[in-house]
T-cell receptor, first 115, second 112 residues
Framework: GAGVSQSPSNKVTEKGKDVELRCDPI?????LYWYRQSLGQGLEFLIY????????KSGLPSDRFSAERTGGSVSTLTIQRTQQEDSAVYLC?????????????FGPGTRLLVL | AQSVTQPDIHITVSEGASLELRCNYS??????LFWYVQSPGQGLQLLLK??????LVQGIKGFEAEFKRSQSSFNLRKPSVHWSDAAEYFC??????????FGGGTRLMVKP
């Protein structure tokens, strides 16, 4: 079946602009995660959605970052007033979460460059 | 603090040689452990995982990993490396929550 998809693949924006990154999880997966991969910080957790529960936002680096998950499926990560340090690859993952911990399946990522 | 460490940033091996990539974690209990591989421009692909039970786990592409509680390690091994194995390898752990904590990655280069 189809894997996790993300769009756009690449995004170039100017400092101060807002950007939206989209994630389509694997059909039927109730858990969705966002991670960021940058040269300086490696791979770091941002936010986690599980079903209809309140999201775990503990990894968001600042209040310029927010995410939504509509209808328990598609998620959008929004970065407001982008800064150059936001340049990174943003990875989305989903899991079935049928057990305590389930395997996360990752999308190809969105490469964000802030000029 | 909970953490995952991959001591080797780069490793170069000859094609056909054996491979071992190191991973250590810091945690008061046994976490769930994973190895992912990332090829250039690609997302992360799961190689194998350890949740409990047999400490030697088999994965895809001929990889295996051994969990050693006494050493807080989960090293990845392959008996004979192929040129297509050149990629970046990430060890990850799930500690108290469902999110993954990743090591810094090990970039593998394969010499012909």
């Amino acid at each position: 079946g189809a894997g996790v998809s993300q769009s756009p693949s690449n995004k170039v924006t100017e400092k101060g602009k807002d950007v939206e990154l989209r994630c389509d999880p694997i059909s039927g997966h109730t858990a969705l995660y966002w991670y960021r991969q940058s040269l300086g910080q490696g791979l770091e957790f941002l936010i986690y959605f599980q079903g209809n529960s309140a999201p775990d936002k503990s990894g968001l680096p600042s209040d310029r970052f927010s995410a939504e998950r509509t209808g328990g499926s598609v998620s959008t990560l929004t970065i407001q007033r982008t800064q150059q340090e936001d340049s990174a690859v943003y990875l989305c993952a989903s899991s079935s979460a049928s057990g305590v911990v389930e395997t996360q399946y990752f999308g190809p990522g969105t490469r964000l460059l802030v000029l | 603090a909970q953490s995952v460490t991959q001591p080797d940033i780069h490793i170069t091996v000859s094609e056909g040689a054996s491979l071992e990539l190191r991973c250590n974690y810091s945690y008061g209990a046994t976490p769930y452990l994973f190895w992912y591989v990332q090829s250039p421009g690609q997302g992360l692909q799961l190689l194998l995982k350890y949740f409990s039970g047999d400490t030697l786990v088999q994965g895809i592409k001929g990889f295996e990993a051994e969990f050693k509680r006494s050493q807080s390690s989960f090293n990845l091994r392959k008996p004979s490396v192929h040129w297509s194995d050149a990629a970046e390898y990430f060890c990850a752990a799930s500690f108290a929550g469902n999110m993954l904590t990743f090591g810094g990655g090990t970039r593998l280069m394969v010499k012909p």
